[in-house]
């Protein structure tokens, strides 16, 4: 397991240890006549204050989510670093044994690996469905934006994580790592306790309900909840330029909304002035299923 995966594990596993008196009354002061109010715009609550980037230490310990990846490689680096990674692991399983025929099965299990992690390469194209479109990762992709998507799967040894790589225009940019919690006692698998550890190893950052930011300048890294939805937690890190850009494409080639058929909108009350009842207008009801090709209302 990745250094900074077993340091993760282990402080949540060791990590969890077991207002002012309101102002009485005061002398009533002589009431002053009511002061006119200046008609004028309300006042926006004052922006969240940003926490401070990282510190030199605390940013190393973040730079350790990279896992011997850099931005900017490509996918055949990505898959000659990962290629390595695999290999060195079977290599001590291969002088763990000293039987031919459990080397062998080693040997094609290494390479089954491989072929296996080159396969999950896949493109975004434009109108091309994947099966990451809903997934843990669907928030994290777009199509017809030159992005694409590599991942291993690390399911040995009791774990269930896996590593995500992020390309745009061939690039990496971004790196995804979903992270098991099954392993945990049921009442510490929650984002407030995970929040506590990531901040005790990672120094603050800035909170929201769910996410972590962390903005260490060439990088930024983001812890998310997704334990309702997928009974995991998630760390990111991504090159802030490079996401810039890829948003802004989003942004402008995300596919117009599609607007409310003419017929239903003479049906809908847009200014909400009264709540009619459904008898009074069925005629216009019926008119609507009428021409979208069903039956009108049935008559009591």
């Given amino acids: 397991m ?3 995966r077993t340091l993760l594990l282990t402080s949540l596993l060791g990590s969890f240890l077991t207002l002012g008196l309101a102002a009485g009354p005061t002398a009533a002061a002589p009431k002053k006549a009511p002061v006119a109010k200046k008609a004028g715009k309300t006042k926006a609550p004052p922006p969240k204050k940003k926490a401070a980037p990282p510190n030199a230490e605390h940013k190393k310990k973040l730079a350790e989510l990279y896992g011997g990846f850099k931005f900017g490689m490509s996918k055949d680096e990505v898959l000659g670093v ?12 291969l002088k763990a044994t000293t039987d031919i025929t459990a080397q062998d099965r080693i040997r094609k299990d290494r390479k089954s690996e491989i072929s296996t992690i080159k396969a999950t390469y896949v493109s975004f194209e434009a109108g091309k469905p994947s099966p990451w479109d809903v997934s843990i990762i669907e928030e994290e992709l777009a199509h017809g934006t030159n992005e694409s998507m590599m991942e291993r799967w690390e399911n040995q040894g009791g774990k269930n994580n896996r590593r995500f790589f992020f390309f745009y225009e061939g690039k990496l940019y971004k790196m995804f790592v979903s992270l ?14 995970f929040q506590g550890v990531m901040i005790s190893q990672y120094g603050p950052g800035d909170v929201e309900p769910g996410l972590i930011t962390w903005n260490a300048g060439e990088f930024e890294v983001r812890a998310i909840d997704k334990l309702k939805s997928y009974g995991a937690l998630a760390l990111v890190i991504e090159d ?8 802004a494409l989003r942004v ?11 017929i239903i909108k003479a049906v809908i009350d847009t200014d909400h002035t009264d709540k009619p009842d459904v008898k009074a207008n069925s005629n216009a009801v019926d008119e609507v299923i009428k021409a979208q090709g069903g039956g009108g209302t049935k008559k009591k």
């Fill in 2 to 4: 990745p250094r900074f």
């Fill in 82 to 93: 990962l290629t390595k990674q695999v290999s060195d692991s079977y290599d001590e399983k």
């Fill in 180 to 193: 098991d919690v099954s392993i945990l006692p049921e009442d510490k698998r929650n984002f407030e306790t």
């Fill in 240 to 247: 802030p330029r490079v996401k810039k850009d890829v948003v």
């Fill in 252 to 262: 402008e080639k995300a596919p117009p909304k599609k607007e409310t058929s003419s």
